[in-house]
């Protein structure tokens, strides 16, 4: 058996990491590969205008009662447009649907091509990439689904359902429900309010321990795609690279069949065949490796090859063959005392934290967004961002994989503040979320680190066990990334940290301390700094530092609220942060990418002002001098070729 050669803590055996990839194959019945057409695979998008009605009764319990999913939504009482993905929060005028709790209804009536019924050989799947929060689905009045969770795919086989009654067509109803509870994730908890003299009868507000819009609906595309009766089910890859060989360690499953051929082939971007092997498992040799870099550290970044699986299998009426073709880059990680490795290189999180967020859509995904958005990214000579905090789209994972941008996936562990959100049920729940994020994201290039919270309240007591049990269960399900989760508690005090292979601090000097004062940034920095390395001796990211600008706000001396300010306080951390790369220091995240919407609040100017862009994407002062580090810092690596330096290649 061959032995990879993972350096550092996450060196493993090809032995063990056959164990950990069927791990993975074990978890759950759905498929968690990214849908895509292939030779054997058909898929048809239901994105664009979906039937919509908001259950206001009291309980808003009349859907159920009612059974609005058995007949038409228009029959059952009034229905308005709404369009998919996009949250329903902004669409309307009505205020009380922006801040609606509890259940709102979708329905869409579809064409399935009769092909696809007819066709006794075909699987036929319907998958909602991402809805907000609790989300049940029926398909001509069938119920086929349930998930806990906005923020991760979920799908069911619907073949069953249309063939038992062909002429029926397809009526595909979702209902949503964005209650959150002290146990879900991210948590919140409902307040009623009882007092006639103040409030009106049945009066209710939902509060969240967390800084953004809880925006709801269905974010991402909602599909249909097919896929032979015996097909891929899932892939696992795991890659490193000795002198200029790569690896390609994979493990295929397969569903709808106990025996099954496997083919392997493994293209280059010019097509051509570089490596192949035929079973469920196997290592793939690559001569001539081209690794995979992130942007700026490489001339050459984000080289993906494309993995082609081709299983066959027959049964005594037909042979099945179905094909999938994973995108795969070639790269190590590894973290040490002091650096975070790409490729056995120090790397430096040169970068920002984003949220899915924008006027009209919400968190709906956008593609004209998404790409102005990397875009932005590159002009700023950002190499990387965090997926605070919460999983952002697949779509933009893939783009991250492509353009060589590195990524911290974050799952929606954000506002745990609440003694009562340390129990069983919502560590349990926490797990099983981890599951899925690794289960959909473990492929991608781009993705070098697991965040398994935010700012959680990790110096309680129960924090210990909750975060020594999800990180050891995160590392189990996935042995190459390290694995953290973001403070701000007390470095002598956080329970969790003890259990990270990098620290990542969040810290506002200046402004929610010592408002004002961005002079005391140095000394409180360094001291942050030292405290935290004095006693881990991890390396450490600074993931967030930032202050609010309203754009367009400007005073000389620099006052809070104005671009100044802003900019003065980020030339303050960056000035701690060049002293502390050349220790310890491996990474600076700024908070925030761009402005973003946030519940009401007296703190809050419509929204989080944060953004060194503005939520329309326009750049505020503090965009231009980021922008000056960043390339700056990225030049001084010494990699580049004059041509890619700012800024020639602007
Ligand atoms: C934080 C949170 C982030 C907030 C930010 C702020 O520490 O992690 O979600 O938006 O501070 O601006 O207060």
């Known amino acids: 058996m061959a032995t990879l050669v993972l350096h550092g803590v996450f060196r493993v055996q090809v032995r063990d990491l056959v164990r950990v990839l069927v791990w993975f194959l074990v978890l759950d019945a759905v498929s968690p590969l990214f849908p895509r057409e292939s030779g054997s695979r058909e898929l048809k998008e239901l994105n664009g205008i979906w039937t919509f009605r908001a259950d206001r009764s009291p ?40 801040d609606f709790i509890g ?65 029926s067509g397809c009526r595909i109803t979702i209902a949503v429900n964005n209650t959150l509870t002290l146990q879900t994730l991210p948590p919140g908890v409902i307040m009623h309010f009882n007092d006639p003299t103040r409030y009106p009868e049945g009066y209710f507000v939902q509060n969240i321990y967390f800084d953004f819009f809880n925006y709801a609906g269905i974010h991402r595309p909602v599909l249909l795609y097919t896929t032979p009766r015996v097909y891929v089910d899932d892939i696992t890859v795991v890659t490193d690279f000795s002198d200029n060989t790569g690896f390609v360690s994979y493990v295929v499953s397969v569903g709808g069949a106990s025996t099954s051929t496997v083919k392997v082939t493994l293209m280059d ?42 299983v ?18 070639i790269r ?141 269960h995160t590392k189990d399900l996935d042995q190459t990334r390290p694995v953290t989760f973001i403070t701000d508690s007390n470095y002598a005090r956080d329970k969790g940290a003890p259990y990270v292979d990098v620290i990542c601090v969040n810290s506002y000097f200046s402004w929610y301390h010592d408002p004002g004062h961005p002079e005391v940034i140095p000394i409180q920095l360094n001291t942050q700094f030292e405290n935290w390395y ?53 990474g600076e995240l700024i908070w925030n990418f761009a402005d973003f919407m946030t519940a009401q609040g007296i703190t809050r100017v419509v929204g989080n002002k944060k953004g060194i862009f503005t939520r329309q994407r326009q750049p505020k002062a503090a ?19 004059p041509w890619t330096r700012y800024p020639c290649s602007l």
Not at 83 to 89: E, G, H, I, L, R
Not at 278 to 306: A, E, F, I, R
Not at 312 to 329: H, N, R
Not at 373 to 388: E, I, M, P, V, Y
Request: charged share 25%; proline share 6%; with cysteine.
């Open 59 to 98: 309980n808003r319990n009349q859907g159920f009662e009612d059974g609005w999913f058995r007949r038409r939504l228009a029959e059952t009482g009034p229905v308005i447009e709404m369009p998919v993905p996009a949250s329903y929060n902004d669409i309307t005028q009505d205020s009380t649907l922006r």
């Open 103 to 167: 259940w709102v209804w979708y329905e869409r009536e579809v064409l399935v091509p009769a092909r696809w019924v007819q066709d006794q050989g075909l699987r036929l799947v319907l998958r909602v990439g991402s809805a907000h929060y609790y989300s049940m689905v029926w398909v001509n009045g069938v119920k086929v689904m349930e998930h806990e969770g906005g923020h991760l795919p979920f799908e069911a086989e619907i073949g069953t359902v249309l063939r038992k009654d062909p002429g």
């Open 269 to 310: 971007k010019d097509g051509q065949c570089v490596a192949s092997s035929t079973g469920l498992t196997g290592v793939l040799k690559v001569v001539d490796v081209n690794l995979w870099w992130p942007y700026l550290m490489h001339q050459n970044p984000g080289y993906l090859y494309s993995m082609e699986v081709r």
């Open 312 to 329: 066959t299998a027959s049964d005594e009426k037909s042979t099945y063959e179905d094909v999938y073709t994973l995108p795969v880059g």
């Open 332 to 472: 190590t990680v590894n973290v040490t005392k002091s650096r975070f490795l790409i490729n056995n290189k120090p790397f430096f999180f040169n970068g920002v934290n984003k949220h899915e967020d924008a006027d009209i859509r919400g968190k709906g995904l956008d593609w004209p967004l998404m790409v102005k958005d990397f875009n932005l990214l590159k002009w700023l000579g950002a190499n990387s961002f965090r997926t605070s905090h919460y999983p952002y789209a697949e779509e933009i994972l893939q783009m991250s994989d492509r353009h060589g941008i590195v990524v911290i996936d974050e799952c929606p562990g954000v506002g745990i503040k609440d003694i009562r959100s340390f129990g069983n049920a919502s560590l349990s729940h926490h797990l099983s979320v981890m599951d899925e994020l690794v289960r959909r994201d473990k492929n991608h290039p781009s993705v070098v680190m697991w965040s398994v919270a935010n700012e959680p309240a990790a110096e309680m007591p129960p924090a210990d066990f909750y975060f020594k049990t999800l990180i050891k």
């Open 534 to 586: 004095g006693k881990y001796q991890k390396p450490i990211i600074q993931s967030e530092y930032g202050a609010d600008a309203v754009a367009g706000l400007h005073s000389d001396p620099p006052v809070m609220f104005t671009e100044e300010y802003q900019t003065a306080v980020l030339r303050r951390y960056h000035g701690v942060f060049d002293q502390k790369r050349k220790e310890y220091v491996v």
């Open 623 to 641: 965009a231009f001098t980021l922008r000056e580090r960043y390339w700056s810092l990225a030049n001084q690596t010494g990699m580049l070729p």
